[in-house]
T-cell receptor
Framework: QQQVKQSPQSLIVQKGGIPIINCAYENTAFDYFPWYQQFPGKGPALLIA?????SEKKEGRFTISFNKSAKQFSLHIMDSQPGDSATYFC??????????????FGKGTKLSVKP | DSGVTQTPKHLITATGQRVTLRCSPRSGDLSVYWYQQSLDQGLQFLIQ???????AKGNILERFSAQQFPDLHSELNLSSLELGDSALYFC?????????????FGPGTRLTVL
């Protein structure tokens, strides 16, 4: 199983700070990179996603930066709020072939935003 | 609420037993995915069905099996349970089996094997 490596494992920031979560992948066949947010007791929910033909995508306070040559992508949360406290997972998948759509997840980053 | 329902919410059983987890996808979604979430392994893809047919397998043990029925609901069967099978099991659904289609996750079933 191809890996997606995520760091850091946990992150504490003050309200208004900009937490950054990084992910690296190995399989160059990956062509879809979503980020999921999970609150305690809930299932993961899609936050934002990017394809490798763009280097950055913004949705509200959330930005994905993508570096295809380095095989890395990251999530930035602008003006973070206590309500953003959750576990964030990066993931990757392949759009072609028998494994299409199956998400390979990073191990997760537990974010805590202090008021 | 994602629109994906899973039952039961919690399940406590003993080693060696067999359990069945049930998932109803969002209305109109043809593809169902099962994932296992544990502290040590994280979120791992187990198996995918599309319109009743198995599409792909991930890290699914031979003791585990699944199926998708004509009404598109899916069941994950876990047999000869071991302590290490204790985990959260999530079902997700998407419109089609395509990488770019958002997967909507259910609330999960927490399995505890004693």
């Amino acid at each position: 199983q191809q890996q997606v490596k995520q760091s850091p494992q946990s992150l504490i920031v003050q309200k208004g700070g900009i937490p950054i979560i990084n992910c690296a992948y190995e399989n160059t066949a990956f062509d879809y990179f979503p980020w999921y947010q999970q609150f305690p007791g809930k299932g993961p929910a899609l936050l934002i996603a990017i394809r490798p033909d763009v280097s950055e995508k913004k949705e509200g306070r959330f930005t994905i930066s993508f570096n295809k040559s380095a095989k890395q992508f990251s999530l930035h949360i602008m003006d973070s709020q206590p309500g953003d406290s959750a576990t964030y997972f990066c993931a990757a998948s392949i759009s072609q072939g028998g494994s299409q759509g199956n998400l390979i997840f990073g191990k997760g980053t537990k974010l805590s935003v202090k008021p | 609420d994602s629109g994906v329902t899973q039952t039961p919410k919690h399940l406590i059983t003993a080693t060696g037993q067999r359990v069945t987890l049930r998932c109803s996808p969002r209305s109109g979604d043809l593809s169902v995915y099962w994932y296992q979430q544990s502290l040590d392994q994280g979120l791992q893809f187990l198996i995918q069905y599309y319109n009743g047919e198995e599409r792909a397998k991930g890290n699914i043990l031979e003791r585990f099996s699944a199926q998708q029925f004509p009404d598109l609901h899916s069941e994950l069967n876990l047999s000869s349970l071991e302590l290490g099978d204790s985990a959260l099991y999530f079902c997700a659904s998407s419109v089609v089996a395509d990488s770019y289609n958002e997967q909507f996750f259910g609330p999960g079933t927490r399995l505890t094997v004693l």
